[in-house]
């Protein structure tokens, strides 16, 4: 059962880059979705929450198309420090402390000068 | 400083020997949970509290057992070690607004290896 599917990459781009990544999910009642990142060997960490409007957060842009199930996460103007794993986390209970977020396995990114 | 502690950091042990990971956050959250990642597989949830003295199974249970007594702690229970259980483990506990938009904090993540 996938419920949480992103492109595992790793996506190799130079600094200076834009770089989109997808993370589609199984359960059309989903109410709250995020992005994590995660550095190599450390804990994730809350990069942003993705609204039904979209957001963004200075490079950061994050989409939600809920006809297709899918969530979407752009970097412009990438930076050596973007390298990392970014998960995609659905949590399919609205309103509540997150009984059963499910996470992607990840999409790895590598900036390179 | 509001974080979520984990001991020990690091752990070898051997099948069949108990063991305990402790949990600890400062932040007054009522939800804390267990994952485990494995290479390809990705954070898998072990076990969720929603609060004190309410627990409950996540997608992979079997093997751990965990309690909350208190608020902050909420320790992880290995009763009889195996191999297939070595693996990196994180802690996170939870904010809520009540509106779904939440934040998990993750602890730094214990390294077991079971041998």
């Known amino acids: 059962r996938k419920e949480v599917e992103q492109d595992p990459g790793p996506f190799n781009v130079p600094e200076g880059a834009t770089v989109a990544f997808n993370c589609t999910y199984s359960?059309?009642?989903?109410?709250?979705f995020f992005w994590y990142r995660q550095d190599c060997r450390k804990e994730p960490k809350l990069l942003m929450s993705?609204?039904?409007s979209g957001n963004e957060d200075g490079r950061f842009t994050a989409q939600l198309n809920r006809a297709s199930q899918y969530i979407s996460l752009l970097i412009r103007d990438s930076k050596l420090s973007d390298s990392a794993t970014y998960l995609c986390?659905?949590?399919?209970?609205?309103?509540?402390?997150?009984?059963?977020?499910?996470f992607g396995k990840g999409t790895t990114l590598s900036v390179s000068s | 400083e509001a974080q979520v502690t984990q001991n020990p950091r690091y752990l070898i042990t051997v099948t069949g020997k108990k063991l305990t990971v402790t949990c600890s956050q400062n932040m007054n959250h009522e939800y804390m949970s267990w994952y485990r990642q494995d290479p390809g597989l990705g954070l898998r949830q072990i076990y969720y509290s929603m609060n004190v003295e309410v627990t409950d199974k996540g997608d992979v249970p079997e093997g751990y057992k965990v309690s909350r007594k208190e608020k902050r702690n909420f320790p992880l229970i290995l009763e009889s070690p195996s191999p297939n259980q070595t693996s990196l483990y994180f802690c996170?506990?939870?904010?809520?607004?009540?509106?779904?938009?939440?934040?998990?904090?993750f602890g730094p993540g214990t390294r077991l290896t079971v041998t």
């Open positions: 986390v659905v949590n399919p209970t609205f309103g509540q402390a997150g009984t059963a977020l499910i």
């Open positions: 359960n059309s009642a989903s109410q709250s």
């Open positions: 996170a506990s939870s904010l809520t607004d009540g509106q779904g938009n939440y934040e998990q904090y």
């Open positions: 993705v609204y039904s």
